[in-house]
């Protein structure tokens, strides 16, 4: 669907999960307006800080979505929708259905995962660190350095500085004598 005469395609990027996507509107918006069909995507605001600016954009979905399960959040400068897949499955290799590449449209690396990422991911729910805090051993868990409070000596540190080095060279010297 071609824009309304006098509006402009906003900034969009987009980044994919196994059973979701992100639409992001990289643009602060005001007059918002947007629907999410099974295939489609439309959005229509007006910059907030240029109001002779009005965007208008549709995306063709290259794969069915679930347009029940869509949210969004103004984030302030930009706007983020989150978009259910209608089968979570493989990635797609594209946003659109379109032939062309369209000018405006480019990934959100920030937000991004690897097909791979999904599979090595560690669940986040903190039971690792709570399990290495509740282990008996963590108050020993220095004794291997064997490290003596008593030892913490720097006499055997060499000096920095010429100085230094008269100095206790002098010491030395008047140590020895006192000793004969």
């Excluded at 069915?64 to 797609?92: A, H, M, Q």
Aim: overall charge negative; some cysteine; hydrophobic content about 30%.
């Amino acid at each position: 669907m071609a824009p309304i005469a006098g509006t402009i395609p906003p900034p969009v990027s987009w980044a994919q999960r196994n059973e979701l996507l992100y639409v992001i509107i990289d643009v602060e918006c005001k007059d918002i307006e947007h629907s999410v069909t099974e295939n489609s995507f439309h959005f229509k605001g007006t910059n907030v800080l240029e109001s002779e600016k009005k965007y208008d954009v549709t995306l063709n979905f290259l794969h069915p979505v679930n347009p029940d399960k869509v949210t969004n959040k103004n984030i302030g400068r930009c706007l983020e929708f989150t978009i259910y897949k209608k089968e979570s499955g493989p990635y797609w290799p594209s946003l659109t259905n379109d032939k062309t590449k369209l000018h405006f449209l480019k990934a959100n690396f920030s937000k991004w995962k690897n097909e791979s990422d999904d599979e090595d991911e560690m669940p986040n729910d903190g039971m690792f660190i709570n399990d290495m805090l509740k282990d008996e051993d963590m108050d020993n868990r220095f004794d291997d350095f064997n490290v003596d409070d008593d030892d913490d000596s720097d006499d055997n540190i060499p000096s920095l500085s010429q100085n230094d080095e008269d100095e206790d060279e002098k010491k030395d010297k008047d140590t020895d004598k006192k000793e004969k």
